[in-house]
């Protein structure tokens, strides 16, 4: 399932050329993971108590068209791909017009919180991937 969130670019945000600086990109695409899994019902506790926490291992950011202070975003988050142990989401950052200003696809492995081993994707996480 696809999920969204909006926000407001906020003058913290911007650098010295004006527009939003690249390593906010990497914060609003967190933002859009985040509500991803609220929306799954699969906050951290509920992450834990699986036995079961997820670490980002890989960011493949593509910045597409710059974005200035007071523009209202959307984070775009979708479910690209499941392995055994790993799983990909798709995110988009889109302008108020629809213009894409940046893509990722971001890599997440799942990991024992005791031993930081990897350790199989549990079923509620894997879940969205097959609905």
């Not at 890599?107 to 996480?125: F, K, M, N």
Request: charged share 25%.
């Amino acid at each position: 399932m696809e999920t969204s969130i909006e926000l407001v670019v906020r003058p913290t945000e911007i650098d010295v050329n004006g527009h939003v600086n690249n390593g906010k990109y990497v914060d609003y695409l967190e933002w859009g993971r985040e509500d991803w899994y609220e929306r799954h019902q699969l906050d951290y506790d509920t992450l834990l108590s699986l036995g079961a926490i997820t670490v980002t291992v890989n960011l493949n950011l593509n910045f597409r068209r710059e974005c200035r202070q007071g523009e209202r975003l959307t984070v775009v988050t979708r479910p690209e791909r499941l392995g055994r142990t790993s799983f990909a989401l798709s995110q988009e950052i889109r302008k108020a017009d629809g213009t894409i200003a940046a893509d990722a696809v971001v890599t997440l492995v799942t990991i024992d919180p005791g031993s930081r081993a990897s350790r199989p994707v549990p079923e509620p996480l894997a879940k969205p991937f097959t609905a």
